[in-house]
């Protein structure tokens, strides 16, 4: 047997071991007697392999579109493919509600089709990275942290697929760039996701943590629309102070883009753009919380008591801008 033919079988072998055990767990927790802690870690490892594999392929895929000219689509294409990989290792899946199908000026891409933008959600736990998978339309790339660049794979795919990527300790670079990324989208027409947060809250209840201005300050400085993005809370589907990593359906709801075109740059004139913008999604978020604690998604209010949310640490992903929050 050849070197080439084991390592097939031994990823093979994995993949269907990760797969397996996931879907065990959900057997086994189907009893009363199973704690949730069953299905925690095995739910947890097929998720970081559905990560690591479709950052593989989204490398492959964006060093090929890149030949063409097209490597922006590479986050488009890898994002689905994250989509599906998840519902099959961990039976997670997400629902997109937008309103804006068949309106004027949008047809059947919605809101979400609105090029270009810059689009913020709220940013729960690290399942989030899998709502890029939804929401993401051709065209749309993400911002990460610029130590990302030198992750092995994850940093190559995103360096090929024209990731922006953003100094958040430095303000002077993090404002040029994003000057650079304005003109960016501008040109080629590209929308950007951003989690207006910048960090995970880890909330039992429906609440933001303040907004970073790094996202509201890029789309006024480029004058393109700031398109709301909100998940439902689901507290009682993933839950890492509880272990908890079940499988289920979560709504995400694409709110009314924003125009930014007439707004002024100063600095109070954004920071309250920002702060208007998180009352319109916390209230969102509100409106939905008690939808999913019925169907079991989000923790009620007397199983959550006593969880306060706490900060957690950036994914890289996130994308407040510590340094634009500073007066320059």
Known sequence: MSWFSALTYAVLGFLSVVFVTSHLT?????????????SYYPRLLASFTALFLCAIYGTCASGALSLFGHGELGQYTTARAFKWTMLVFTGVWMVVEDPGVGKEGYGERGWLGTRPAVFVGNHQSE????????????GTVV????????????????LLSKTVFLDRKNATQASGALGSAGQQMKKNRQSVFMFAEGTRSYF??????????????????AGVPVV???????????????????????????????ET???SSEFEAVRKFTDETREIMLRELKGMAQAAEKRGVALKPHEARGM?????????????????????
């Open 26 to 38: 959900t057997l086994l927790v189907s009893f009363s007697f199973a704690p949730p802690i069953v």
């Open 127 to 138: 399942l989030d990275v899998l709502v890029v998978g939804h929401v993401f339309m051709p």
């Open 143 to 158: 911002t990460a942290k610029s130590s990302l660049k030198w992750v092995p794979v994850l940093g190559w795919f995103m």
């Open 204 to 221: 039992d209840h429906p609440d933001l943590l303040p907004f970073k201005s790094g996202a509201f300050r890029l789309a006024v400085q």
């Open 228 to 258: 709301p993005v909100v998940v439902e809370p689901y507290s009682n589907l993933l839950n890492s102070k509880k272990k908890i990593f079940r499988a289920g359906t979560i709504k995400i709801k694409v709110l009314k883009p924003i």
């Open 261 to 263: 075109a007439s707004m």
């Open 308 to 328: 306060n949310g706490t900060t957690g640490k950036s994914s890289g992903l996130d994308v407040g801008i510590a340094g634009l929050e500073q007066r320059s």
